[in-house]
C-alpha cells in the first residue's frame, strides 16, 4: 500500500556530494517515520538517517556533519543530501518507509525502495 522509488546515486569522488531521491505513493497518511539505510558488500544494513512525523532527526555517528536528510510534503519526496563523501560511504542505499510511531527504534508495516548504488572511488 506504499511504493518508494529511489534516485540519485552514482559514482562520485572522494570529497564530492551526491542526493538521494525517494518518491513515495500510495496510502502516505500511514507513514509516521521515514529513512535511509544502506548496505555495504560482506556487511549488514545499517541505519543512515530517520526522521518522523513529527520532525526528529538522527543520524548514523559515521555521518553526522556531513549527511542531512528532510522531505517535501509538497511533492511526496524525502531526500538524502550526502556531502564530503568517502570511500567507506559506497553502498546500496535503501529507502524505508513505517507505519510505527517510534520509528526508528521500531518497525511496524515497514517498506522498502529498490535500492540506488552509490560509490564514492577516485
Known amino acids: 500500500q506504499v511504493q518508494l522509488v529511489e534516485s540519485g546515486g552514482g559514482l562520485v569522488q572522494p570529497g564530492g556530494s551526491l542526493r538521494l531521491s525517494c518518491a513515495v505513493s500510495?496510502?502516505?497518511?500511514?507513514?509516521?517515520?521515514m529513512g535511509w539505510y544502506r548496505q555495504a558488500p560482506g556487511k549488514e544494513r545499517e541505519l543512515v538517517a530517520s526522521?518522523?512525523?513529527?520532525?526528529?532527526?538522527n543520524y548514523a555517528d559515521s555521518v553526522k556533519g556531513r549527511f542531512t536528510i528532510s522531505r517535501d510534503n509538497v511533492k511526496n519526496t524525502m531526500y538524502l543530501q550526502m556531502n564530503s563523501l568517502k570511500p567507506e560511504d559506497t553502498a546500496v542505499y535503501y529507502c524505508?518507509?513505517?507505519?510505527?510511531?517510534?520509528?526508528?527504534?521500531?518497525?511496524?508495516?515497514?517498506?522498502w525502495g529498490q535500492g540506488t548504488q552509490v560509490t564514492v572511488s577516485s
Open positions: 526522521i518522523t512525523r513529527r520532525d526528529t532527526t
Open positions: 500510495g496510502n502516505i497518511f500511514s507513514i509516521n517515520g
Open positions: 524505508n518507509a513505517d507505519e510505527t510511531t517510534s520509528y526508528p527504534t521500531l518497525h511496524l508495516g515497514t517498506y
